[in-house]
């Protein structure tokens, strides 16, 4: 059974940096499209950044240039590199693994931008 556990979320001022990882446990890793979402209280979940089997990444357009997304195949990881945070970055993010087989979520981690 695949399971995706998210770590690094914490608190950090306006213009602070994070990096969230997620571990997949499970076979298939490097199959798989890898992607983050964020949710803030009272909005809907999005699409932050994505990353596919062959590398191609997708950015939404609010966080393009200060979120960089990466993958380590050997270690089944998946990060995000979050840059220049904005208290509108503010939201639990949530790690999300997609194949033809397979969508798959954890846990979420909280990420709280201080103004």
């Known amino acids: 059974q695949v399971q995706l556990v998210e770590s690094g979320g914490g608190l950090v001022q306006t213009g602070g940096s994070l990096r969230l990882s997620c571990v997949y446990s499970?076979?298939?890793?490097?199959?798989?499209?890898m992607n983050w979402y964020r949710q803030a209280p009272g909005k809907q979940r999005e699409l932050v950044a994505g990353l596919s089997h062959t590398y191609e990444e997708y950015y939404a357009d609010s966080v393009k240039g200060r979120f960089t997304i990466s993958r380590d195949n050997a270690l089944s990881t998946v990060y995000l590199q979050m840059d220049s945070l904005k208290a509108e970055d503010t939201a639990v993010y949530y790690c999300?693994?997609?194949?033809?087989?397979?969508?798959?979520w954890g846990q979420g981690t909280q990420v709280t931008v201080a103004s």
């Open positions: 499970g076979t298939g890793f490097s199959g798989n499209a």
């Open positions: 999300n693994a997609v194949r033809w087989d397979l969508n798959t």
